[in-house]
């Protein structure tokens, strides 16, 4: 039991995490007041998707998982597959966006609406945002973190630094992770643009990347692959 209840600790991201939950509060608040009860009750339900990926969020680095990652290897694997998996699907199907913009004042709103959408100085922006939301870069981009993340030496600098391990790795999964799934899950008012037949072939080639990444570490390897795990036995 002492595994469950014990070695909580406190990361700023929980800070980070209440302020996203008021401001999409607000949000909702703001767009009940100008839609019918249908939509807020959609928005509502969406919404218990989204506080459900943040709360995954906090369980993998606020509790003993967080802890024990730094002990035990395969429990460092199950805090990465909540981070990279469990935690980006729930906020796409939560779809934030709309509560989160209407967070801001109208005035305040519009201006930058009108600035982001329409301004010159935004033009490479909106070619970044196109860019990313791109399908192939989703699925090149969630790949490619997910490797690089475990090969030793990004690994191990992670572990001996925590600004890395946080907010440079866990931020990187859940940023990939959230453009992988915005390709396969609709997220209001976001659609995929990929064809049902590009979403297959990408959760498929996903699954076999993992699959090759753990037996190489695993099966096909004779000893730990990181320094911080050498302790471990076999």
């Given at each position: 039991?002492?595994?469950?209840?014990?070695?909580?600790?406190?990361?700023?991201l929980?800070v980070?995490?209440?302020c996203i939950?008021?401001?999409?509060?607000?949000?909702?608040?703001r767009l009940?007041a100008r839609?019918?009860?249908?939509?807020?009750?959609?928005?509502?339900?969406?919404?218990?998707a989204?506080?459900?990926g943040?709360?995954?969020?906090l369980?993998a680095?606020?509790?003993?998982?967080d802890y024990?990652?730094?002990?035990?290897?395969?429990?460092?694997?199950?805090?990465?597959?909540?981070?990279?998996?469990?935690?980006?699907?729930?906020?796409?199907?939560?779809?934030?966006?709309i509560?989160l913009v209407?967070?801001i004042?109208?005035r305040?709103?519009r201006?930058?609406?009108r600035?982001?959408?329409?301004?010159?100085?935004s033009?490479?922006?909106?070619?970044v945002?196109?860019?990313?939301m791109?399908?192939w870069?989703a699925l090149?981009?969630?790949?490619?973190v997910?490797v690089?993340w475990h090969l030793?030496?990004p690994?191990?600098a992670?572990?001996?630094?925590?600004l890395?391990?946080v907010?440079l790795?866990?931020?990187?999964?859940?940023?990939?992770g959230?453009l992988?799934?915005?390709?396969?899950?609709?997220?209001?008012p976001l659609?995929?643009?990929?064809?049902?037949?590009?979403q297959?072939?990408a959760?498929?080639?996903t699954?076999?990347?993992?699959f090759?990444?753990a037996?190489?570490?695993?099966?096909?390897?004779?000893?730990?692959w990181?320094?911080?795990?050498?302790?471990?036995?076999?």
């Amino acid at each position: 039991m002492t595994y469950v209840t014990s070695h909580w600790s406190f990361d700023p991201l929980l800070v980070v995490v209440v302020c996203i939950v008021v401001l999409h509060e607000i949000g909702l608040a703001r767009l009940k007041a100008r839609s019918d009860a249908t939509r807020t009750a959609r928005r509502r339900k969406r919404s218990l998707a989204f506080y459900a990926g943040l709360a995954a969020l906090l369980i993998a680095v606020e509790s003993p998982i967080d802890y024990w990652s730094d002990q035990y290897f395969y429990v460092h694997m199950i805090e990465h597959i909540i981070l990279a998996f469990y935690v980006p699907i729930l906020v796409v199907v939560g779809a934030p966006w709309i509560p989160l913009v209407f967070s801001i004042p109208l005035r305040s709103r519009r201006r930058f609406g009108r600035a982001v959408m329409l301004g010159r100085w935004s033009v490479p922006l909106r070619s970044v945002g196109r860019f990313l939301m791109n399908p192939w870069t989703a699925l090149v981009a969630f790949n490619v973190v997910m490797v690089w993340w475990h090969l030793p030496g990004p690994f191990d600098a992670s572990q001996t630094n925590s600004l890395v391990h946080v907010w440079l790795m866990h931020g990187s999964f859940l940023v990939a992770g959230v453009l992988f799934w915005l390709q396969i899950i609709p997220s209001h008012p976001l659609r995929p643009k990929a064809s049902p037949f590009w979403q297959a072939g990408a959760i498929i080639s996903t699954n076999i990347t993992m699959f090759v990444l753990a037996m190489s570490m695993s099966l096909f390897s004779r000893g730990s692959w990181y320094d911080v795990y050498n302790h471990l036995p076999g």
